[in-house]
């Protein structure tokens, strides 16, 4: 039976060092970190995921604003603020929350943020450094994992990973990180045929395809680790991830659960980002 990598656990450590991070760079810097999040419209789950990362600023003693705009907000409105927080200097991270409403460009809006502020690593500058190996900012989820992999001592160098999902926000970047690290990757998606053949060759595998209990046991190797990105509702309306948990946790030798696993570590890291840019700040 594997063991469960727990999120909560590795995310409130990555929180506490931010903690002392904040506490330490405004000791001897004066420099308060701050973050802003950016709402439009009143999407219920973005309600929830910015209400939490509000909640976690505070626990971390970070500065933090809120700006909530009406679902109508034209796209220039939305490009004014942002190139507002771009110049303010009580911010250095902006977090622009997905998705927009329909009638605005999500691309354009998440260009116009300064690189030096783009603590979700969405930016095309920063994802062209990404690719280089000399990264400024990582996306959230994608750092998640590897921090999760490195709290729990899995070795990532020499081993073969396959990634399931090739998304700009999770795919593509946690496959860069792997090969950083040296891992042997290979990037799958709804069209690799035989996908199980591929899945079954992983040391490593990463489930961010967006399909409830699509990774079954008998696509796993055994002895893999597991890391589920998905998350979703089966048909019985009980939350899930991408992977079979009890078929596959019967084989792999580590997984992540869902909830409880990679999720967690999202909203960390982002506040581990927003450190990284206000440490830049006070340098510069």
């Given at each position: 039976m594997a063991e469960i990598i727990d999120g909560k656990l590795v995310s409130q450590h990555v929180?506490?060092?931010?903690?002392d991070g904040v506490e330490r760079l405004k000791g001897e810097t004066g420099v308060a970190a701050g973050l802003a999040a950016v709402l439009v419209g009143d999407d219920p789950a973005s309600e929830i995921y910015v209400r939490n990362?509000?909640?976690?600023?505070?626990?971390?003693?970070m500065y933090s604003e809120e700006h909530r705009l009406p679902g109508e907000?034209?796209?220039?409105?939305?490009?004014?603020?942002?190139?507002?927080?771009?110049g303010?200097?009580?911010?250095?991270?902006?977090l622009v929350q997905l998705p927009l409403p329909s009638h605005i460009?999500?691309?354009?809006?998440?260009?116009?943020?300064?690189?030096?502020?783009?603590v979700d690593g969405f930016h095309p500058y920063n994802v062209g450094l990404l690719v280089e190996g000399r990264p400024r900012f990582i996306s959230c989820t994608p750092h998640g994992i590897i921090k999760m992999?490195?709290?729990?001592?899995?070795?990532?160098?020499?081993?073969?990973?396959?990634?399931?999902?090739?998304?700009?926000?999770?795919g593509k970047p946690v496959s860069m990180l792997l090969l950083h690290r040296h891992a042997t990757v290979t990037i799958c998606h709804s069209r690799t045929k035989p996908l199980d053949e591929v899945t079954r060759r992983a040391d490593i595998l990463v489930a961010a395809i967006g399909r409830a209990d699509f990774i079954t046991g008998d696509m796993v190797k055994e002895g893999a680790v597991v890391i589920d990105v998905g998350i979703?509702?089966?048909?019985?309306?009980k939350l899930t991830g991408d992977v079979d948990f009890e078929g596959v946790s019967k084989k792999a030798s580590y997984i992540t659960p869902v909830p409880g696993g990679v999720g967690p570590m999202t909203i960390a890291m982002?506040?581990?980002n927003t450190l990284e840019s206000a440490k830049n700040f006070a340098s510069s």
């Open positions: 929180r506490d060092e931010v903690a990362k509000r909640k976690a600023c505070t626990e971390v003693g907000t034209t796209e220039e409105e939305l490009l004014s603020l942002v190139e507002k927080l771009n303010d200097e009580n911010i250095h991270g902006i460009s999500e691309t354009k809006i998440l260009r116009a943020v300064s690189p030096l502020k783009d992999l490195d709290f729990y001592k899995i070795g990532i160098e020499g081993k073969e990973a396959v990634v399931v999902g090739r998304s700009n926000i999770v979703n509702r089966n048909k019985d309306g982002l506040l581990w």
